[in-house]
């Protein structure tokens, strides 16, 4: 455990402490702190969730920007810590910091804790916020302990709570290439209908796009194929069936046109409920991440303007970042179709630290892909885009961008010429 001795003093608190700070205010943020400009932000948002300021040159200091001559002072570590959502400099050294004597069998015997929970709680229905923050609070533990994830899934995927809330709920798509891709499997071989194959089948073929493995794409679609759509099912699962026939028609290089109109088809005949639907349950929120991601940008902007109307933002429980990933996406389509004004003043609105937690890495990534497409870039943004491909995998988006850079450099030439 780190020894905070003589707290008053910043120069007693060990550097170990300042990178831990650093780490966690990076993490809430969205992405690493490399320019004047995300020091600002950082500043503002520091602002609004504390009411406490924390002065951007200090930040720039703080995070390496600039020489700092003197440590920070305890202050601006207590307002940090706030930030992170830690009550005190000891609360969050020891939630970072794994005591030397916390061996692995106390973490499994709450692991076992966990799955109990999961496998002996009443749950309400399935917007029961207290038993979701419980979800979600295991989740945080399992991205700590990946270890530990295997047996998890394993245990909750016989139970009713965990189909419902842990896979079907929380999807966790910056670990669709890692314990919860896996984990997938669990679900699919556990629960037979239609409606679960295709929606777990689905999401491994959009991994398999993502990671550019057209081998697993064809042999998971295989799977969706035999599948039929019916109307018992529920609106994300159809989203989630046409986004897998876009990933597998672009991955081969398959015509799109029937795609498109058949989602349109039976999109026009969901009725949505006002008193069940959630943006983050619909169609519209399933699909159009398919969409852009297979650069079909104008039926993209016709699903996401859809859902802005069709699911208000306080009609939700869920994490406001489902609404920021949207925005995200429509600021995108727009850049593609010819609407940068427009795409700039929505990309000036978003930050990282908004973006849906299960999701988080995954939107950084296409922001910062906006922000190359808008000529808002540069070195350091650039390197961080590359670290955040190579930590999840997403080699696709990798190599989208280079097509992108690509077709400007010919229509360039092409003008010149």
Not at 171 to 182: M, P, R
Request: aromatic residues 14%.
């Amino acid at each position: 455990m780190i020894s905070i001795e003589n707290i008053s003093n910043p120069k007693n608190i060990k550097a170990e402490l300042y990178s831990i700070i650093k780490n966690e205010a990076e993490e809430t943020f969205g992405r690493r702190l490399v320019t004047s400009k995300d020091c600002i932000q950082l500043s503002e948002e520091i602002y609004f969730k504390t009411a406490f300021r924390i002065n951007s040159n200090t930040l720039r200091r703080f995070f390496g920007l600039v020489k700092a001559e003197y440590p920070p002072s305890v202050s601006t570590l207590n307002i940090l810590t706030r930030y992170c959502g830690f009550n005190s400099l000891d609360e969050i050294a020891g939630a970072k910091k794994v005591p030397e004597n916390y061996h692995q069998k106390e973490n499994r015997n709450f692991l076992n804790y966990l799955i109990t929970l999961f496998k002996s709680t009443q749950v309400k229905d399935t917007n029961d916020e207290t038993f979701l923050a419980l979800v979600k609070h295991t989740i945080t533990f399992l991205c700590q302990n990946p270890k530990l994830a295997d047996k998890f899934q394993r245990a909750i995927v016989k139970t009713k709570n965990g189909h419902e809330f842990y896979f079907e709920q929380f999807v966790h798509i910056d670990k669709i290439n890692s314990f919860y891709g896996e984990g997938l499997r669990y679900y699919i071989n556990e629960k037979k209908t239609p409606e679960t194959q295709i929606f777990g089948y689905s999401l491994l073929c959009q991994r398999d796009w993502l990671i550019n493995d057209h081998s697993a794409l064809k042999k998971n679609f295989e799977h969706i194929k035999i599948q039929s759509l019916s109307r018992a099912m529920r609106s994300f699962v159809y989203g989630k069936y046409f986004a897998a026939h876009l990933f597998y028609a672009d991955a081969f290089g398959l015509d799109t046109e029937r795609i498109l109109i058949e989602a349109y088809q039976v999109h026009s005949e969901i009725k949505p409920s006002k008193n069940s639907y959630k943006l983050f349950q619909s169609f519209e929120y399933t699909f159009p991440i398919a969409l852009v991601l297979t650069k079909h940008f104008e039926e993209a902007l016709y699903y996401i303007n859809y859902a802005f109307v069709t699911y208000p933002e306080t009609h939700s429980y869920m994490d406001q970042g489902c609404y920021k990933k949207m925005s995200l996406l429509k600021a995108i389509a727009l850049t593609k179709t010819g609407e940068e004004e427009y795409a700039a003043k929505i990309f000036n609105q978003l930050r990282p630290s908004q973006f849906y937690f299960l999701s988080k890495k995954m939107d950084t990534i296409l922001y910062l892909l906006l922000a190359g497409y808008l000529k808002k870039s540069n070195y350091k943004l650039e390197k961080q885009l590359m670290d955040l491909i190579e930590e999840t995998g997403f080699i696709k988006l990798q190599l989208l961008k280079e097509n992108d850079f690509a077709m400007q450099s010919s229509l360039s030439y092409s003008k010149q010429s």
